[in-house]
């Protein structure tokens, strides 16, 4: 009796063995693989395939994921020709527009060169209305060759011959505003010590030099205050340059950072070629930041920016 319980134990231990053995084949380890695949389809890895070893419905289950990889790698190729068809067309219109404004430059630097000597040689045998026709002759030189010198910044940016290394901010905003020496009415205040980031010189020289040169040239109180700062919040330093001048409507705070955008005051001559935020953008935005502008009129501007704290390139 004994050995006839001990038997009938035996198989029963045996029997559920093998349905436990036969759930784990078919149900438990097909789970665990989908479970993995779609952990790392999730992390993006694409390239991830699960092996169909059954037809049930863990296997259809199966080929389903099989198939999303698929098509994840699919988009992830045509996602990948998309940004190089991309760059290539920005590399070429940065090329177009550098040839172009290069090449006006000789035949500009003519028409100016001829405006001056007539202003030096025949300014007397003018009459009045002559006079002011060479007076605006100037006007419009001056205008093309900011426009011109603008472009061929704006289409070099992509292209800085100077290489990544970490620039000291203090020092940089400091020869920025020696070379742009802000009038004695003006002051311009560093709120915080500022960081040393990793980025082309010429770049954050452009960046500051802009932003600085507009804060001045739209101030228009008697006593004018210009802030500039830091912030650094996890991986990302936050700049900004503030200004009590003369304030910009919200209706153009996306439009001034397209190239050749100015905001034209009614009855006034233009004061800039509008390219000097275009250049602010397409730096920032290069070395994976963002720009932007907060605004009111009659009180002020401040212009933020952020860069990657540990670089970009
Ligand atoms: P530009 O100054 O040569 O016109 P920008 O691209 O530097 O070109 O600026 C675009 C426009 O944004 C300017 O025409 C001006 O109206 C406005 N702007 C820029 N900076 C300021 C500022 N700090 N305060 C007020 N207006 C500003």
Not at 25 to 51: E, L, T
Not at 58 to 66: D, E, P
Not at 153 to 175: A, F, G, H, T
Not at 223 to 228: A, R, S, V
């Amino acid at each position: 009796m004994d050995v006839v319980l001990v038997i009938i134990f035996l198989v029963i231990i045996v029997a559920l063995s093998l349905v436990i053995w036969w759930q784990h084949k078919n149900y438990v380890k097909p789970v665990k693989d989908i479970k993995q695949a779609a952990q790392r389809i999730y992390d993006g890895d694409f390239s991830v395939r699960i092996f169909i070893k059954n037809k049930n419905e863990t296997g259809s289950v199966c080929a389903l994921i099989n198939k999303i990889a698929d098509q994840y790698l699919a988009l992830q190729q045509k996602l990948e020709d998309k940004s190089k068809e991309l760059e290539r067309t920005t590399k070429s219109l940065d090329n177009f527009a550098y040839v172009v404004s290069h090449d006006l430059k000789a035949p500009f630097n003519s028409i100016k060169s001829i405006a001056e000597l007539l202003r030096m040689e025949y300014n007397d045998k003018f009459d009045e209305s002559g006079r002011e026709l060479l007076h605006f002759i100037d006007i419009k030189v001056n205008e093309m060759d900011k426009l011109l010198v603008g472009i061929l910044q704006y289409s070099r940016v992509r292209q800085s011959e100077e290489k990544v290394e970490p620039v000291d901010l203090n020092q940089e905003i400091n020869e920025v505003i020696n070379e742009i020496k802000p009038p004695a009415n003006v002051q311009v205040e560093i709120k915080n010590p500022l960081p040393t980031v990793h980025i082309e010189k010429d770049l954050i020289h452009k960046v500051f030099q802009n932003l600085v040169e507009n804060a001045v040239k739209y101030s228009n109180k008697t006593e004018g205050h210009i802030d500039i700062g830091s912030e650094k919040h996890d991986n990302l330093y936050t700049f900004y340059v503030s200004d009590n001048g003369k304030g910009i409507d919200p209706k153009y705070f996306e439009k001034i950072f397209n190239i050749f955008y100015s905001i034209q005051e009614p009855d006034t001559e233009p004061t800039g070629s509008g390219v000097g935020l275009a250049i602010v953008k397409k730096i920032i935005e290069y070395k994976g930041g963002q720009v932007w502008v907060d605004s009111e009129v009659k009180k002020g501007s401040t212009f933020y920016f952020t860069l990657p704290a540990n670089g970009s390139h």
